[in-house]
């Protein structure tokens, strides 16, 4: 029904020509990396592992948009998706769910969702984040398509997440006159 793709925030080119073939945008997304490294803060909070079917679950129901990369769809199809459910002394709440990938000699998590349910989301961000990391100190974390307005941007800053880049998401509806071929 649609065809969406992703262009790099800063390819002037390739933005133009799709908009010029009756794409539009809607979304902006950051890729972010940390490097794997020992927290520095003690984790608080009681955590709750998921299951892959729980993971699953949670994400299929999270209320904001997502891109392809991060959707319950593609998800489903990955074999090494985790998640964590944390409850915090103050009263917030709130899930990560991610892929974790354990290869022979290289750790990762990727694919990072992050939802809060209740609560402060810089402070439950931080402390899910926290935990995520102090269990897997070994791990190189990218964090794809995260919104540029997400409510937990400061807590991925606190945790030594940087940009690599960011990406513009396009959608066109499909079957409309493209004219790549003329």
């Given at each position: 029904?649609?065809?969406?793709?992703?262009?790099?925030?800063?390819?002037?080119?390739?933005?133009?020509?799709?908009?010029?073939k009756?794409?539009?945008e809607?979304?902006?997304?950051l890729?972010?990396?940390?490097?794997p490294?020992?927290?520095s803060a003690?984790p608080q909070?009681?955590?709750?592992?998921?299951?892959?079917?729980?993971?699953?679950e949670?994400?299929r129901?999270?209320?904001?948009?997502?891109?392809?990369?991060?959707?319950y769809?593609s998800?489903?199809?990955a074999p090494?998706?985790e998640?964590?459910?944390?409850?915090?002394?103050?009263?917030?709440?709130?899930?990560?769910?991610?892929?974790s990938?354990?290869y022979?000699?290289?750790y990762?998590?990727?694919?990072?969702?992050?939802?809060?349910?209740?609560?402060?989301?810089?402070?439950?961000g931080?402390?899910i984040?926290l935990?995520?990391?102090?269990?897997?100190?070994?791990h190189?974390?990218?964090?794809?398509?995260?919104p540029t307005?997400?409510?937990?941007?400061?807590?991925?800053?606190?945790?030594g997440y940087?940009?690599n880049?960011?990406?513009?998401?396009m959608?066109?509806k499909a079957?409309?006159?493209v004219?790549?071929y003329?």
């Amino acid at each position: 029904e649609e065809i969406i793709l992703e262009v790099i925030q800063d390819n002037a080119p390739a933005y133009n020509l799709f908009l010029s073939k009756g794409f539009e945008e809607i979304g902006a997304w950051l890729v972010m990396r940390r490097a794997p490294r020992p927290v520095s803060a003690a984790p608080q909070g009681e955590i709750e592992a998921l299951t892959r079917e729980q993971a699953l679950e949670a994400l299929r129901d999270y209320p904001r948009p997502v891109t392809w990369i991060n959707a319950y769809e593609s998800m489903t199809n990955a074999p090494d998706v985790e998640g964590m459910r944390i409850q915090l002394p103050s009263g917030g709440r709130g899930w990560i769910v991610y892929r974790s990938h354990k290869y022979t000699l290289r750790y990762s998590l990727s694919h990072l969702v992050l939802h809060t349910e209740d609560g402060d989301p810089v402070e439950v961000g931080r402390q899910i984040l926290l935990n995520l990391h102090t269990r897997n100190p070994r791990h190189d974390t990218y964090a794809e398509n995260i919104p540029t307005d997400d409510p937990h941007l400061v807590a991925f800053g606190e945790l030594g997440y940087f940009e690599n880049f960011s990406r513009i998401e396009m959608r066109r509806k499909a079957g409309a006159p493209v004219g790549f071929y003329r």
